[in-house]
């Protein structure tokens, strides 16, 4: 399926609706709920079978995906603010609560669902400079220089800021 070309144009989300969606344990969608794909564009039919990152924004940094799975694959769930991309090229922001799905009877993680709503007008005036700031040094640098920058960030935010906490501390950034 082809990638949209970004539009700088953002969807307003409903605060009062949650978008949803389960994947695998290699983040193949296996469901989505009727307002991920009003959101996204996409039918049900057109998401199920795909990676999750089909709605990955361009702006998004490779180093935000890798410690979110990093953490996800350890066992803990995980919340991170994420600029997503529609099938039209528009964007949205979403505050993602990430939960592990385990088999009942082994507990072996077979997936994850993931639950998202509206990103704050301050939240998004913070990371949308940071993120495009970290996109930029993965291209100079890999993912390295990214995640050293975001380190040095956090640290300045505060010694209890971290990846994992960061949304509920974004009121420390700047």
Partial sequence: MQ???????????????????????????TDANDYFCEISGYTRDELIGQ??????????PKIAFKLLWDRLKAGKNVNVPIKNL???GRYYWVFTHFEILRD???KEITGYKA??????????????????????LEKEGGMEASEKYLNEVLHEAGDDVTFDNMYENIYKFY
């Fill in 3 to 29: 990638r949209p070309q970004p539009r700088d144009e953002e969807i307003q989300l409903d605060n009062t609706k949650y978008i949803e969606s389960e994947t695998d344990t290699k983040g193949i969608i």
């Fill in 51 to 60: 990676p999750h990152n089909i709605v990955r924004h361009p702006d998004m």
């Fill in 86 to 88: 529609a099938k039209d």
């Fill in 104 to 106: 009942i009877n082994t």
């Fill in 115 to 136: 639950y998202r709503k509206a990103v704050s007008k301050h939240a998004k005036e913070i990371l949308d400079p940071l993120y495009k700031k970290l996109t930029a």
